[in-house]
T-cell receptor, first 115, second 114 residues
Framework: DGGITQSPKYLFRKEGQNVTLSCEQN?????MYWYRQDPGQGLRLIYY???????QKGDIAEGYSVSREKKESFPLTVTSAQKNPTAFYLC??????????????FGEGSRLTVL | QKEVEQNSGPLSVPEGAIASLNCTYS??????FFWYRQYSGKSPELIMF????GDKEDGRFTAQLNKASQYVSLLIRDSQPSDSATYLC??????????????FGRGTQLTVWP
């Protein structure tokens, strides 16, 4: 079955530690995205990548980093510079422009809690 | 920054009623509009998309788009308790660095009571 796999589903981190959230897709989508969701805040874009080896900052990129070395993979690192990292993190992908209406396909999410 | 505003809610309707969810957007150039449903603790799932003015129906769901008023809505007929969730409106970016991006509203929480 095609889809997006995020891991881990739940993660606890001590202050000052970096953590990496995994996102893998087998949908053959070019574009991938990382969103953060806080209660009452909707989805806010952290980083996105339209193609391998290229990515752009979204609206709240400070304290985060990404890489896109493979089409299937788009890991997100939450660094110690992120002041309030406790949130629900969602990875998504989309078909190339012009091949569909442009909807996002989401993974199941990773919930990060800072202790 | 593109703005997507949704009626703040929460919205509470009895089983069998029509639930009406509304969304306005700031960028007149947006072309595609999406409604996602998100159950508590889960990821969003696509319900409908629309890109032409007028109505689009899918089962109990109807999306309505009015580009002149920059307004999109979702009607849920014969609401069921299983429809209780947060509904997210999203619109696409249309040019340059925004192309391909979706911009989300904060969501409207719907409760359908038996």
């Amino acid at each position: 079955d095609g889809g997006i796999t995020q891991s881990p589903k739940y993660l606890f981190r001590k202050e000052g530690q970096n953590v990496t959230l995994s996102c893998e897709q087998n949908l053959n989508h070019d574009a991938m995205y990382w969103y953060r969701q806080d209660p009452g805040q909707g989805l806010r874009l952290i980083y996105y990548s339209q193609i391998v080896n290229d990515f752009q900052k979204g609206d709240i990129a400070e304290g985060y980093s990404v890489s896109r070395e493979k089409k299937e993979s788009f890991p997100l690192t939450v660094t110690s510079a992120q002041k309030n990292p406790t949130a629900f993190y969602l990875c998504a992908s989309s078909m190339p422009l012009g091949q569909g209406p442009g909807e996002l396909f989401f993974g199941e999410g990773s919930r990060l809690t800072v202790l | 920054q593109k703005e997507v505003e949704q009626n703040s809610g929460p919205l509470s309707v009895p089983e069998g009623a029509i639930a009406s969810l509304n969304c306005t957007y700031s960028d007149r150039g947006s072309q595609s509009f999406f409604w996602y449903r998100q159950y508590s603790g889960k990821s969003p799932e696509l319900i409908m998309f629309i890109y032409s003015n007028g109505d689009k129906e899918d089962g109990r769901f109807t999306a309505q788009l009015n580009k002149a008023s920059q307004y999109v809505s979702l009607l849920i007929r014969d609401s069921q308790p299983s429809d209780s969730a947060t509904y997210l409106c999203a619109v696409n970016g249309d040019r340059g660095s925004t192309l391909g991006r979706l911009y989300f509203g904060r969501g409207t929480q719907l409760t359908v009571w038996p």
